[in-house]
């Protein structure tokens, strides 16, 4: 499908959304067909379903897409991104897949039973799974039919192509042996014969094994399709986290309009507590603004004239008058979003065991089927006992315990994972797990705990900590400013606050006012100095120090005199240092990489144990730092909790997302740890290894069963009978397999709540 019109995109090069993929093999084909295009270099995510050209001057976009178009896929340029409520309406092709399961799981399953325990074959069950099967192979089957058609008509082969062809060979043969052989005599029994004897099939129906085989394929494509759907969630998320309204200043009356309609140039209010349209540079007011979203630093900007905001983060303070600089596509949550698409798009191609082996494994399945029709009809063997070898090959080869490999095993283990507060969100997702040597984390908000708390007073001589509280506390509960905040929550956890009256508010200096009597300053040391206030010695050396140690430090006076010195910091989380060590213990190195200043990032650090330490990075730094690390040969994990670690995140061979943190970060990672627990981080990594490990197993068995039995069923010495038994055998094998995840136990043995 085409668009009719082609939007400004950068010259030479263009993102197309694919669709009509059904496996990895799928995106290496329409890749290679792009890049047969002279000057085309293109690179297609299966996952994200989207292509990323890069063409020469000559090419144009339409010759791009009738290109993906004549492979058999459509291609369309990507809508802009929408609001979520939209999203929520777009199905995106999920409900007809889960109609197709349902219908399929609901019908398959007496008929799978009658074929495997004699004891439910009655008179006429034969034609009862006949009428059960059909709607399975036909309707919920169709899928899988489709591209195998497209496929042939386009000279390829995929796993669909075996799946098509070897439950439609099944079901014919079910149907000519009902309908020509004695398989629809009354009283007919499914009776199993493990001799190696030659039979001509014709009392033989296998409709359990095509209308199983659909519904076990078609388990794990939706829940393959369910984590695919999350892939764009990240964009959704931030396009949510700006102002939706904004309220513009035009001849000197304030109008409220859609934060759409801001233009560049307009000047806009942003009130205490509001967030900030978009970006822009202070026109009148002074304010602390929280930006921790966007740079990750845990203490409040001071902004007055002349300075810069960015949308979407948030006006702590008074009131401001912002001149819009940047709107829409230019600003830095818009930058950002395209920092998180180009690192999801960026990303290695993760493709499924099964489909890398499916482009040689699925053409010599069907050669060899052909093979063995061609051999027995050649030696006079009768029609029926060469389609009899031949079905044998297609069913034993279907790949049944194939479908079942990666789905059980992700079920159970995601399941398992869910129970310790580990959501692990696709199979793609393991396959990094294994080689990760290096973890990377945030640290307002993953090792620390992101908010600001009082830490330590150091008073005067002769005064006390209570009373110092009791007036800076009682002054900072009237201000809005974070830090002020912080101060009047220690404060009042320690003790009853005093009545303040007068209180101002000293713009960039801090905060004044009478509390039971006593003239209160609590600020700056340049506040306290207008009021001929100095520090005593002792004083200065303790906020020295305390911002040596990357503390907030705040002088408190009163009476004309300084009294004391109240520092304030983001608290470290009391698991961080044991989580560190339990990520050393797994081979990995960790790396604090933060937008806070060095000094803060270098203390924590030194608490919790992490040599290397990347400060002062900016969100786009952040995937420069990632890159770095994975060209110097590692391989990263990356856990955040922010905005301004989406893109790290996405960027990233493997993404944690701290649950306590925001949708945009959550989205973006490939796993998320909900408790909030750095823990949690290494259990999942172990959790995640282990089953890569028994989806591999899996896989390993699943192509064992079938390269071992395809020589038995060319040779005429295996059933159809047998073969589905055997390929129903290797089925149960797998899922026991998978079922062993459950016994998982996190390291020192916690259990989840």
């Given at each position: 499908m085409t668009t009719g019109a082609v939007p400004d995109a950068e010259p030479g090069r263009i993102e197309l959304a694919i669709g009509g993929m059904t496996c990895a093999s799928c995106a290496a084909r329409i890749e290679k067909r792009l890049n047969r295009i002279e000057g085309v270099t293109a690179t297609v995510n299966y996952a994200t379903e989207k292509a990323r050209v890069e063409y020469p001057e000559g090419v144009t976009p339409e010759e791009l897409i009738?290109?993906?178009?004549?492979?058999?896929?459509?291609?369309?340029?990507?809508?802009?991104?929408?609001?979520?409520?939209?999203?929520?309406?777009?199905?995106?092709?999920?409900?007809?897949?889960?109609?197709?399961?349902?219908?399929?799981?609901v019908l398959s399953v007496p008929v799978i039973a009658m074929a495997m325990i004699p004891a439910l074959q009655f008179e006429y069950w034969q034609w009862l799974s006949l009428t059960l099967a059909s709607p399975v192979v036909v309707y919920a089957g169709w899928p899988f039919h489709k591209a195998a058609w497209t496929n042939l008509r386009h000279g390829a082969a995929t796993m669909d192509t075996l799946v098509s062809v070897g439950t439609l060979a099944a079901y014919g043969w079910s149907l000519w042996a009902l309908f020509f052989g004695d398989a629809g005599m009354p009283g007919m029994k499914h009776g199993f014969e493990f001799s190696m004897t030659r039979s001509d099939g014709s009392m033989n129906i296998y409709f359990e094994a095509a209308a199983g085989v659909i519904a076990f394929i078609l388990a794990g494509r939706y829940f393959e399709a369910r984590s695919k759907r999350r892939a764009g969630a990240a964009l959704r998320a931030l396009m949510e986290l700006g102002a939706k309204e904004v309220s513009v200043v035009r001849d000197g009356r304030e109008e409220r309009v859609p934060v759409e309609r801001l233009a560049a140039g307009d000047v806009f209010v942003v009130r205490p507590g509001e967030k900030i349209a978009t970006d822009g540079v202070v026109e009148e007011g002074s304010s602390a603004v929280d930006a921790s979203l966007l740079t990750g630093e845990s203490v409040p900007v001071e902004v007055g004239p002349g300075g810069t905001v960015a949308g979407a983060t948030v006006n702590a303070g008074g009131r401001l008058l912002v001149r819009a600089t940047r709107v829409g596509s230019d600003?830095?949550?818009?930058?950002?979003?395209?920092?998180?698409?180009?690192?999801?798009?960026?990303?290695?191609?993760?493709?499924?065991?099964?489909?890398?082996?499916?482009?040689?494994?699925?053409?010599?399945?069907?050669?060899?089927?052909?093979?063995?029709?061609?051999?027995?009809?050649?030696?006079?063997?009768?029609?029926?006992?060469?389609?009899?070898?031949?079905?044998?090959?297609?069913?034993?080869?279907?790949?049944?315990?194939?479908?079942?490999?990666?789905?059980?095993?992700?079920?159970?283990?995601?399941?398992?994972?869910?129970?310790?507060?580990?959501?692990?969100?696709?199979?793609?997702?393991?396959?990094?797990?294994?080689?990760?040597?290096?973890?990377?984390?945030?640290?307002?908000g993953t090792v620390t705990t992101g908010s600001m708390e009082l830490a330590d007073v150091i008073t005067a001589e002769g005064v006390t900590a209570d009373e110092v509280l009791r007036l800076a506390g009682a002054l900072e509960n009237a201000s809005e400013h974070p830090i002020a905040r912080a101060i009047a929550r220690g404060a009042a956890a320690r003790g009853e606050l005093g009545a303040v009256e007068d209180f101002a508010n000293v713009e960039g200096l801090g905060v004044q006012g009478m509390v039971d009597g006593h003239g209160v300053l609590v600020g700056r040391p340049q506040l306290l100095a207008e009021w001929s206030q100095r520090l005593t010695p002792d004083l200065e050396k303790a906020m020295r120090e305390a911002q040596e140690?990357?503390?907030?430090?705040?002088?408190?006076?009163?009476?004309?005199?300084?009294?004391?010195?109240?520092?304030?910091?983001?608290?470290?989380?009391?698991?961080?240092?044991?989580?560190?060590?339990?990520?050393?213990?797994l081979g990995l190195r960790p790396v604090l990489l933060t937008g806070d200043n060095t000094a803060v990032a270098e203390a924590v650090a030194e608490a919790v144990g992490i040599d290397e330490v990347i400060a002062e990075v900016l969100p786009q730094d952040k995937v420069d730092v990632v890159k770095r690390l994975q060209a110097e040969g590692r391989t990263v994990a990356m856990v955040g909790d922010g905005v301004n670690d989406a893109a790290a995140l996405a960027q990233a061979d493997l993404g944690l997302a701290m649950g306590t943190g925001t949708d945009v970060a959550i989205e973006a990672s490939d796993l998320t740890l909900v408790r909030g627990d750095l823990r949690a981080a290494a259990d999942a990594i172990r959790l995640s290894r282990r089953t890569l490990g028994t989806i591999k197993g899996n896989l390993f068995w699943a192509f064992a069963y079938n390269v071992a039995a395809l020589p038995l069923a060319a040779t005429g010495l295996l059933t159809p009978m047998i073969a589905g038994a055997a390929m129903a055998f290797s089925s149960v094998f797998v899922v026991s397999n998978s079922l062993r995840l459950r016994r998982f136990q996190p390291l020192g043995g916690e259990r989840a709540a």
């Open positions: 009738a290109s993906v178009e004549k492979a058999g896929y459509t291609a369309e340029l990507p809508a802009p991104p929408v609001r979520q409520e939209e999203d929520v309406a777009r199905d995106d092709g999920l409900t007809p897949l889960r109609q197709r399961l349902i219908t399929s799981i600003t830095q949550l818009a930058q950002m979003a395209r920092l998180v698409e180009e690192a999801q798009n960026g990303k290695a191609e993760v493709q499924r065991l099964a489909d890398r082996i499916s482009g040689i494994f699925v053409p010599v399945v069907i050669a060899l089927a052909v093979a063995t029709l061609g051999f027995w009809l050649g030696t006079g063997n009768g029609v029926a006992g060469a389609f009899t070898a031949a079905v044998a090959v297609l069913i034993i080869a279907c790949p049944c315990a194939l479908g079942l490999a990666t789905p059980t095993a992700l079920m159970v283990g995601t399941g398992r994972g869910a129970q310790l507060g580990i959501l692990i969100k696709g199979p793609e997702v393991l396959e990094s797990t294994r080689a990760i040597d290096t973890v990377v984390l945030d640290k307002t140690r990357g503390r907030t430090a705040v002088a408190v006076g009163w009476d004309g005199e300084a009294r004391a010195v109240l520092t304030v910091a983001d608290r470290i989380k009391p698991t961080s240092a044991e989580a560190i060590e339990r990520l050393r213990a």
